[in-house]
């Protein structure tokens, strides 16, 4: 086991009530814990003994959660960190990740509270991101205070030689004396009431002054699960009467969309294996609707991974689509989903940017460009998008978009259509995005635009429709 250095913690002591200090002005960064940078070997993961936790235990999940937690704020995506859980039992990886997931919608949260208990971080990152699994589970169960501080303290025990033992004991159990003032005080604190970062917060009071509050309270629900009907295959009433008879609420939404009352795992949907249904936002499934494919047309989806735009045109109309993606480990995701679908598309691993190495000269007559983007628009599916995106990311790939679209408008046909999507907010990606494009390029039009943002029902996305006149 690695040698890690020891840190005094020092905790900031119960108050009564009559000590209570004065509420913080609004807007207020104040203190909180931030990330932990550590030396390149205190990133290592200790190897997990697990001698005092059985697998289904509380302590379990959020030793894992922890590491899933440590992963993302060392800089992994959360779908990297996720791997971390692969070896695992099922019961302790599904447990875990609803931990991960919990803590870090919350972050905002935790690491305000942390930086009210504690004077610094703990060096030792994994120990740190046990805290804020905690802290969220005591929020999640209040009446199980007692068990979830046992176990986290357990749980501790197996990092880091157990030196961090005492601290996550003390930690928690001061929050539980200073709940009531804590949460008093956080209400005051933007960052962490709204749980997402100043500089995002502050271009969504910008562009939404009367939305913002809205399009955060979403960011920071659980998602809903919506369907898309394959109607290749069945019709929507049809299928929305086998989710009757297996007992699964659904309501419809738009021409092919079911959204399920509770989510659920996709193995317990009717006919999900045999390609009766695919898992979609409504908001995504609008990209389809917006090109609205004809039999026979040569469609191009420029940045096709995982597939599910891909199969929506297939599933709307007999056209020939090529599916390009730069990911070569997400490629085959768009085969194995067509595949589930009974559809077909010539899918290909290709840079679009670099038209001379995979086009053929042939033009298109629709190009769908769902390009890369901040994905502000689904961070309650990322949250780990709140800690990795830096506001300077937006002008970069407000960059990338913009060459993506120079790139592919000499491909389209004239008559033809080119469909701009992304899952957004932020008007640099979308609109603006859009208008600068029509500067540059005469010979387009905008057809129409929509923005959707995050709600109950659907995720945050960006449509903008332009055809080559």
Same mark, same amino acid.
């Given at each position: 086991m690695l040698d890690f250095e020891k840190q005094t913690i020092t905790l900031v002591p119960t108050l009564p009530s009559s000590s209570l200090p004065a509420p913080q002005p609004p807007?207020?960064?104040g203190k909180r814990v931030v990330r932990v940078h550590q030396p390149e070997q205190a990133q290592t993961t200790v190897?997990?003994?697990?001698?005092?936790?059985?697998?289904?235990?509380?302590?379990?999940?959020?030793?894992?959660?922890?590491?899933?937690?440590?992963?993302?704020?060392?800089?992994?995506?959360?779908?990297?960190?996720?791997?971390?859980?692969?070896?695992?039992?099922?019961?302790?990886?599904?447990?875990?990740?609803?931990?991960?997931?919990?803590?870090?919608?919350?972050?905002?949260?935790?690491?305000?509270?942390?930086?009210?208990?504690?004077?610094?971080?703990?060096k030792h990152a994994e120990t740190q991101a046990l805290l804020l699994a905690a802290l969220y589970r005591l929020e999640t169960r209040p009446?199980?205070?007692?068990?979830?501080?046992? !176990? $986290?303290?357990?749980? /501790?025990? #197996?990092?880091? &030689?157990g030196a961090f033992k005492g601290v996550v004991n003390g930690v928690l159990r001061n929050f539980l004396g200073q709940r009531e003032r804590l949460f008093a005080e956080l209400q005051h604190d933007d960052v962490a009431y709204f749980q997402h970062p100043a500089w995002w917060l502050a271009r969504l009071r910008r562009v939404y002054p009367d939305d913002w509050r809205n399009i955060a309270a979403a960011d920071n629900a659980p998602p809903p699960m919506t369907l898309r009907v394959n109607t290749r295959r069945i019709s929507v009433d049809d299928y929305?009467?086998?989710? !009757? $008879?297996?007992?699964? /609420?659904? #309501?419809?939404? &738009?021409?092919?969309?079911l959204r399920l009352v509770k989510p659920l795992p996709v193995h317990r949907l009717p006919g999900f294996h045999a390609g009766l249904v695919s898992v979609q936002d409504a908001g995504a499934q609008r990209a389809a609707e917006w090109l609205d494919p004809a039999p026979g047309d040569y469609i191009l989806d420029a940045c096709a991974a995982p597939g599910g735009k891909t199969?929506?045109?297939?599933?709307?109309?007999?056209?020939?689509?090529?599916?390009?993606?730069?990911?070569?480990?997400?490629?085959?995701?768009?085969?194995?989903?067509?595949?589930?679908l009974g559809l077909t598309a010539k899918v290909r691993v290709a840079d679009c940017l670099a038209v001379e190495q995979w086009w053929d000269g042939r033009q298109f007559d629709a190009i769908l460009a769902d390009a890369p983007c901040s994905a502000?628009?689904?961070?309650?599916?990322?949250?780990?998008?709140?800690?990795?995106?830096?506001?300077?990311?937006?002008?970069?790939?407000?960059?990338?978009?913009?060459l993506i679209l120079d790139a592919l408008w000499p491909l389209l046909k004239p008559g033809g259509k080119l469909l701009y999507a992304t899952c957004s907010v932020f008007v640099e990606e979308n609109a603006a995005q859009i208008d600068a494009f029509l500067v540059r390029w005469t010979d387009a039009r905008r057809v129409g635009q929509e923005q959707w943002l995050p709600n109950e029902r659907n995720d945050g996305f960006y449509y903008a429709l332009l055809q080559k006149t």
């Open positions: 807007s207020s960064p190897g997990i003994t697990h001698r005092d936790l059985a697998a289904d235990s509380l302590g379990y999940s959020l030793l894992l959660a922890a590491r899933v937690i440590a992963a993302v704020y060392g800089g992994k995506s959360l779908n990297e960190a996720f791997l971390l859980l692969d070896t695992e039992p099922t019961v302790a990886s599904v447990a875990a990740r609803d931990v991960a997931y919990g803590a870090l919608r919350n972050n905002g949260r935790g690491e305000f509270i942390l930086g009210r208990l504690m004077t610094h971080p703990l009446n199980a205070a007692p068990m979830v501080v046992s !176990q $986290a303290v357990t749980a /501790a025990g #197996e990092l880091s &030689g929305l009467g086998q989710l !009757q $008879a297996a007992e699964i /609420a659904a #309501e419809p939404m &738009g021409s092919v969309a199969s929506h045109l297939l599933e709307r109309a007999d056209a020939d689509v090529l599916a390009l993606d730069i990911d070569a480990a997400r490629a085959p995701r768009i085969t194995k989903n067509l595949k589930r502000v628009g689904v961070a309650r599916r990322h949250p780990d998008i709140k800690m990795l995106r830096r506001e300077s990311d937006i002008r970069k790939l407000a960059h990338t978009q913009s």
